[in-house]
Each structure stands twice: as C-alpha cells, then as structure tokens.
C-alpha cells in the first residue's frame, strides 16, 4: 500500500470513523484511500465546520475526530474548530495536505507555514515524512488521547501520500491518564468536606472524560451533596436528581450564583475553568478543587484544597469514604430548583394599550 493507505488502515485500527472537511488537488490522494480503506469522508460547506464536526465526534466516541484540509486557506478555515477542541479538550487530528516535500518552504501559491499556524492551538504539530509515517501517526494518536486530552496537527505533503509504504500499521497506542492524588490529598479533602454543614458541588467539563461516570453520582448519592453543572457537564447526573440544583452562569446566573454563595463550601468536581472563571461566581466561599489539572484561578479565590490526579480514582475513593450529613433544610433542593426554572420562564407579551396598569419587568415578573 502507499502512506496514504497506510494513514487509513490505522486510523480504522484506532476507531476513527469518520473523516471530514473538503478536498483539494493534493488531498485527493488521502481522500481515494479512504474511499478504498472504507473511512467514510464527510464533505461540509467550511473547513471550520469539518473541524468542529470531528470534535464533535471526538468526544462523542473516545477516538479522535478527523478533519482533513488543503494547504494555505484551507489550513487557516481549520483553525477555529481546531481551536475550539484545544481550549475543550477533545480529542482531535487535524490533516493538512501539503505541497510536495521538494516544494516546502518556498514562496508559491497558498504555501504557509502550517506548523506555525497550528502549534499555539494544539498539543503537538508534526510532520509526516517518507518512512516516518506511521510512527508519526501513532505519536500523534498517543498524545491526542492523553489527558488532558486535545487536536494534533499533521501535514501530508503529496508525495509523501502517494509513495509507497515502508511501515507496518503500527499497534494502536493507549492515551496516558493522570497518576492517581495523594492518599494525604484525599484525606485531607475528606476531613474539609466532613466539616462543611452546607457543602456544594459544582460538576465541570472534566467530568465528561470519566471512564466511569456512573461514579460521579455515587459521590453525589452517598453524601447528599447538592449540585449543580456547568453547561458542558449538564446531564452527567439527570436533571431531575433530587440534588440537582439545574446549570449555573446561563440563563438567571444571579438567582443561581444566591444560592452557591449561601453554602460554606464549593466542591468543584471536574471543573474545568475554560467554562466560566471561579471568581465569576464563587464569591467567598472556601473552594475544594477535585480535578485533574491545578486550580487556575484568581487571588480572590480561597482554595482550601487541590486534589490533583486521575479523577476516576479520586471520585471512586470519596465514594467509599462514611457518609456524609449535611445540614441543608431537606425542601431547599426542591424549594430551589422550583424557583429557578419558573424564573427561566419566557418574557410574557407586553399589555396591550387598553391595559396601562400592567407593566412588565425585565424579568418577566408582570
């Protein structure tokens, strides 16, 4: 086979399946071996949406999404999807077919370079080359499924896509995961929140990378904590939990944020500050951090601890940890939520002139 089928035969070996974006001269050598190797290519109207569509796909499946370009202009309508997975986290490849190797760097037609462009919005940008094509891939594979995970780029000259393979498909590498905290960094998490009387818990976009997620709600369940999740992790616990306190910074972020500062702890579970900075919100309530990176916050911040590690097993250790007893009223979840979706209730229509009495108020209240 030539690389180009090489590239195929391992992205199919990697549960890559589907590939997007819009084709070129130099990209139709990878987009006929796709054809042959039966990864079906997605034609879309912009690069960027083939970008943010294998996001999509990368968070959806665990596999990295695909998205595939042509040099120059394509490459830069690339970047906003590619972007987006970098600040997110998803795990993403992103393909630029390149001019052939002899003609790299010089000044023709669309030529850029690609490795510049690319390199301050994705974990790694690499060069596939005759004889380092699926060493390169599996790299690129490697690092895209390690946490945090995230997009790689790879350039494809021509040439290279058509010449013929020297390499075997290379074993499919597994991403690397965080080292598990601390036992101290547990416990000490454990005496902080067995201290709390009106403890919360705030699930972020971190938690969607769970290899378990069933056992964020066993934390939830054991010790009665009331949460609420941003808009990336809403629907990691259902909705209707009894617990459940609904999104925060939406929609009524100010209805939601009375309740957050009310409580004397914020338990940040997977919190990814990507979403919507701490101190947008938290005001002075002391926060633990259980995730997988530091805290990225500002000084007006009170942390009073960082779990820091793989966050199945930190969540999987609190969930085996006594039970806790907070001291929230038994009615505050219901009595809360209750009022936070009557107040995401659409504006009503204005009075009409006969009835001048009436005022409607900016929040819908008549």
């Known amino acids: 086979m030539n690389n180009a089928e090489l590239i195929v035969a391992t992205l199919r070996a990697a549960g890559v399946s589907y590939g997007f974006g819009i084709p070129s001269g130099n990209v139709l050598p990878l987009i006929e071996a ?25 968070r959806l499946t665990g596999a990295p999404g695909l998205c595939i370009a042509t040099l120059g202009p ?75 995970l995230g997009p790689v780029h790879l350039d494809l000259p021509e040439d290279v896509a058509l010449a013929s393979a020297t390499e075997d498909v290379p074993a499919t590498p597994v991403g690397r995961r965080r080292h598990p905290a601390p036992e101290a960094s547990l416990q000490r998490a454990a005496e902080i929140l067995g201290a709390a009387r009106r403890p919360v818990a705030v699930v972020g976009s971190s938690a969607m990378r769970l290899r378990n997620p069933d056992v964020l ?23 209707d939990h009894p617990l459940s306190l609904g999104c925060i910074e939406r929609a009524r972020r100010q209805v939601q944020r009375e309740l957050l500062r009310s409580a004397d702890l914020v338990v940040g579970l997977g919190y990814d500050v990507v979403e919507v900075e701490y101190e947008a919100w938290i005001g002075k309530v002391p926060l633990l951090s259980i995730d997988v990176d530091p805290v990225d916050a500002d000084r007006s911040v009170t942390i009073a601890h960082e779990v820091i590690g793989d966050l199945d097993a930190s969540l999987e250790w609190l969930a085996q940890r006594p039970a806790l007893r907070p001291e929230w009223p038994a009615t505050m979840t219901a009595q809360h939520r209750d009022r936070f979706y009557r107040s995401l209730r659409p504006i009503r229509p204005q009075p009409n002139r006969r009835d001048r009495s009436r005022t409607v108020q900016p929040d819908g209240d008549v």
Do not use: W
């Not at 972007?83 to 190797?101: E, M, V, W």
């Not at 066993?218 to 808009?231: E, K, M, N, Q, Y």
């Open 74 to 148: 394509g490459a830069t309508n690339l970047t906003t999807g590619v972007g987006n997975a970098y600040l997110d986290r998803s795990p993403l490849l992103a393909i630029t077919c390149n001019l052939p190797t002899s003609q790299l760097g010089r000044r023709i037609q669309m030529a850029i370079d690609h490795h510049t462009l690319f390199r301050p919005i994705t974990k790694a940008t690499l060069a596939l080359r005759e004889g380092r094509v699926a060493s390169m891939l599996a790299e690129a594979l490697e690092i895209a499924l390690s946490e945090p």
């Open 34 to 58: 796709m054809r042959v190797g039966r990864l079906p290519y997605v034609l879309t109207a912009h690069e960027g949406s083939a970008a943010f569509m294998a996001d999509v796909m990368g």
């Open 217 to 239: 709600q066993s934390v939830i369940d054991r010790h009665r904590l009331p949460f609420a999740s941003t808009t990336m992790a809403k629907g990691m616990v259902p909705e």
